[in-house]
């Protein structure tokens, strides 16, 4: 079983930065795809990156591509999310998520972090 932890979130004006990280507990973490999701008021979650167990392969939503950057430290047990350029239209709460590398649905989830980006 792996438990995952939040953590960056946080109000920031329209053209700024944040990273969100997660901390990982369990001893599947180094073999566990990761993914950062995100849901924003009314709307469904949507994913937004996910990057693969050696960390060697990404993959980004297109309303994120080129101003967010997904990495992870498995020495750390640790998955980033760095967020440049941000826009209004990122406000949403960002869920950190894992499966196991072969498994087709998201096992593990956060609890969530609330990102909010002002005009």
């Known amino acids: 079983q792996v438990q995952l932890v939040e953590s960056g979130g946080g109000l920031v004006q329209a053209g700024g930065s944040l990273r969100l990280s997660c901390a990982a507990s369990?001893?599947?973490?180094?073999?566990?795809?990761m993914a950062w999701f995100r849901q924003a008021p009314g709307k469904e979650r949507e994913f937004v990156a996910r990057?693969?167990?050696?960390?060697?392969?990404?993959y980004y939503a297109d309303s994120v591509k080129g101003r967010f950057t997904i990495s992870r430290d498995n020495a750390k047990n640790t998955v980033y999310l760095q967020m440049n350029s941000l826009k209004p239209e990122d406000t949403a709460v960002y869920y950190c998520?894992?499966?196991?590398?072969?498994?087709?649905?998201?096992?593990?989830w956060g609890q969530g972090t609330q990102v909010t980006v002002s005009s």
């Open positions: 369990g001893r599947t973490f180094s073999t566990s795809v």
């Open positions: 998520a894992g499966r196991r590398t072969g498994v087709s649905s998201y096992g593990y």
């Open positions: 990057i693969n167990s050696s960390g060697a392969t990404t």
